[in-house]
């Protein structure tokens, strides 16, 4: 029997499609039960300030950086968005004299139009981003060498290639409204999928490549990077897939508040807690990674009560 229809957009799957009880057990969630989701594999930890918040994500460079050498280079993934914690890698890489000359860096994301990924003058660039806000403010002697950045290209062969050829200790991430990382949404509701949205299994084996963004995903970019212009938005990008993901030693998703809801923060959390893993929910699919850390600022997950504004 087919499951019902979205509430947000009735062509895709989302998290709007789940059994009612599960949206139910994940609105009455506190603080404190967040913290009690954690379990083998599975670890909840929250920062009581903005600031060590983003300096513990910071350091997530640095100490992946550190590992690296001449024989073994190591990288993170990263994500734009959020982007704080980018000028903070720079000040702490310069100012321990950490060389990055054995350390890699891949991007998470790039927005695709017009047949290719987003060139560096588009505003909305992640490369560029990525390079203003951390990579060139990093001093000259230290700096990464510029083949050591890895940015996801249409033709992404050279891109997955180099998860084989390099070790990724820590893919971090953010979390959207639409529940995914990186811009793995959710898919249309068609074809094969109409009537289910795909299994794990077969979601687990998509790669880095150019997808269609869930309507939910373009509004808000729209909000958190362009001022609400929607037109702005690109309709596709191109995404680290879930088979790079499982390559990473650790996955490392960071939720300030800023990016989705009380509600969101808290129904991936039960999920991966409880191994609920469903495709029209991507971010819950991380419940078969064997490491993965949610990072939670206490002062931006709200509640799910009911608030008139």
Known sequence: MSRRKSTIAEGWWDF?????????????????????????????????TLEEFYLAEALEYVNAWRQATASEPVGICGPVGPTEQLPLVARL????????????????????????????????SFARADRELCFDRISPELVMPNEHLHF??????????????????????????????????????EGDYTDHPPSPGDYRKLKTRV?????????????????????????????????????AEKVSIWQAGGHDTPFGMRLTALMISKRLADS??????????????????????????????
């Open 152 to 189: 996801p290209e249409a033709e992404a062969g050279a891109y997955e290639e180099s998860f084989d050829q390099i070790r990724c200790a820590i893919m971090q991430g953010g979390q959207g409204e639409v529940k995914h990382w990186a811009f793995n949404d959710p898919v249309r509701r």
């Open 280 to 309: 029209s929910v991507p971010m819950s699919l991380l419940a078969a990674h064997p490491n993965v850390q949610f990072n939670y600022f206490r002062g931006g997950i709200g509640t799910c009560e009911a608030e008139m504004h």
């Open 93 to 124: 890489v310069n100012d321990l004299g950490l060389s990055l000359k054995h350390a890699h860096f891949w991007g998470m994301d790039e927005w695709f139009l017009d047949g290719r990924e987003a060139p560096p003058d588009h505003p909305l």
């Open 211 to 247: 997808v269609d963004l869930h309507p939910l995903t373009l509004i808000q970019n729209a909000r958190t990077s362009g001022g609400g212009n929607l037109p702005l938005v690109p309709r596709q990008a191109v995404t680290v897939g879930p088979v790079e993901t499982w390559k």
């Open 16 to 48: 709007t499609t789940l059994e009612p009880d599960v949206l139910a057990d994940a609105a009455c969630l506190s603080a404190v039960d967040l913290e009690g989701l954690s379990r083998p594999g599975f670890r909840v930890v929250f920062y009581d």
